[in-house]
């Protein structure tokens, strides 16, 4: 079972697989000749449904130029990819928007976005390029396997119907060792969620998230990394209107986050 924290702690980037002992020093690292299978599905039909069953690209298609999560949400990203991604990465931005969550004094290799609305992700400073795809309807990437360090999926898992194919497709796109990291908090468009996100709580979605990569072949085990603000706690509830936060239904603290991270297996070939 993964470990679940309850205050951010960043590991370091996964051992080389040779720093174990081996009989042998490997020779190469390849991809495992099942990585990207899928071993089961975690979804069933009515897990799939949305409120709204238009088109993805529909609903997309007019940009929407907010921020989905607040700065403390957005602080904490940043630093996770800090610890996480290395300088040079050739990195993927799987359902992004025209806010890059990337550190600004990161210099990465390639940074390639892929979305529903292209006015968005024209605006994403970041980005190299973009590839507009609704993943509910085309699963399937063209990249060549191995293609990526890392993949990254900011706030969006909550809308994919089909998250075994899309979690097999990053497993073929990744390099042995690659970065697989999915963030999300408690927002969502109500109407575009599917239907187990919705019903469920904070803790079965990050457990929904993990079966996510456990169901594909190639994923090391996903570890689990959350921060819940004290909705009572800090400045606001020292301050002369503080007792108000304390009322029954008002909303207070940042947008509590959680992320799903896991890597692409190593498979060390020996002579």
């Not at 051992?15 to 174990?20: C, K, N, T």
């Not at 996480?84 to 600004?104: A, I, Q, T």
């Not at 990744?174 to 468009?189: A, D, M």
């Not at 509830?237 to 108000?244: D, E, K, M, R, T």
Request: glycine residues 6%.
């Amino acid at each position: 079972m993964p470990i679940l924290t309850s205050h951010l702690h960043f590991n370091p980037w996964p051992p080389s697989p040779s720093s174990h002992p081996k009989p042998k020093a490997p020779t190469t690292i390849t991809n495992s000749a099942n990585s990207g299978k899928i071993k089961r599905l975690v979804l069933t039909p009515r897990d799939r449904t949305k409120l709204n069953p238009d088109p993805d690209r529909d609903f997309y298609a007019y940009p929407r130029f907010v921020t989905h999560v607040d700065d403390s949400f957005i602080s904490t990203i940043k630093n996770l990819y800090r610890e996480r991604l290395r300088p040079g990465m050739d990195v993927l931005d799987l359902m992004s928007s025209w806010v890059s969550h990337l550190p600004e004094e990161a210099a990465y290799g390639r940074v390639v976005g892929h979305g529903l609305n292209a006015q968005e992700l024209a605006r994403n400073p970041r980005l190299e390029y973009f590839v507009v795809k609704d993943l509910n309807s085309e699963p399937e990437f063209e990249f060549e396997s191995g293609s990526f360090d890392a993949v990254l999926c900011t706030v969006s898992v909550q809308y994919l119907q089909q998250p075994e194919k899309v979690f097999a497709e990053v497993a073929r796109m990744l390099r042995p060792g690659g970065v697989f990291i999915v963030s999300f908090s408690n927002r969502l468009f109500y109407e575009k969620a599917i239907a187990a996100w919705r019903d469920g709580t904070a803790y079965s979605r990050v457990q929904l998230v993990v079966q996510y990569f456990q169901c594909v072949e190639g994923f090391t085990q996903p570890e689990v990394v959350r921060q819940v603000a004290s909705p009572s706690g800090g400045e606001d509830a020292a301050s002369p209107l503080g007792w108000i936060k304390k009322l029954p239904g008002f909303m207070s603290g940042s947008d509590p986050f959680y992320a799903v991270i896991a890597y692409k297996n190593f498979k060390p070939v020996y002579d």
